[in-house]
């Protein structure tokens, strides 16, 4: 049984930093791409970052290029989202999400798992 326990979200105000922890389990962890992907209230899910299997290849939102940092630690089953000068419109539910195809396509709905997501607020 597949499962993604994402950690770590908060209240913060805007400005501040948080980082994301999603601990895998039951599946090969290192085979897989996985993803970071945010919904706020009222909105539809959408991306945020993802990183390829070997962490060599990384993606991101334009919203959250430059400040957000996705990386991985295979021996540790674990993919982190470092969040840095967050702002108000980044508050939302942050799940992770793996995928066994190519970390290019970004569609939600290509990914194959999803955790039950951690809740990120940004006071202003």
């Known amino acids: 049984q597949v499962q993604l326990v994402e950690s770590g979200g908060g209240l913060v105000q805007a400005g501040d930093s948080l980082r994301l922890s999603c601990a895998a389990s039951?599946?090969?962890?290192?085979?897989?791409?996985m993803g970071w992907f945010r919904q706020a209230p009222g909105k539809e899910r959408e991306f945020v970052a993802a990183?390829?299997?070997?962490?060599?290849?990384?993606y991101y939102a334009d919203s959250v290029k430059g400040r957000f940092i996705i990386s991985r630690d295979n021996a540790k089953n674990t993919v982190y989202l470092q969040m840095n000068s967050l702002k108000f419109e980044d508050m939302g539910v942050y799940y992770c999400?793996?995928?066994?195809?190519?970390?290019?396509?970004?569609?939600?709905?290509?990914?194959?798992?999803w955790g039950q997501g951690t809740q990120v607020t940004v006071s202003s």
């Open positions: 039951g599946l090969t962890f290192s085979s897989y791409a």
């Open positions: 999400a793996a995928r066994d195809g190519p970390v290019s396509e970004h569609r939600p709905t290509v990914y194959d798992y």
């Open positions: 990183i390829s299997w070997s962490g060599r290849n990384t």
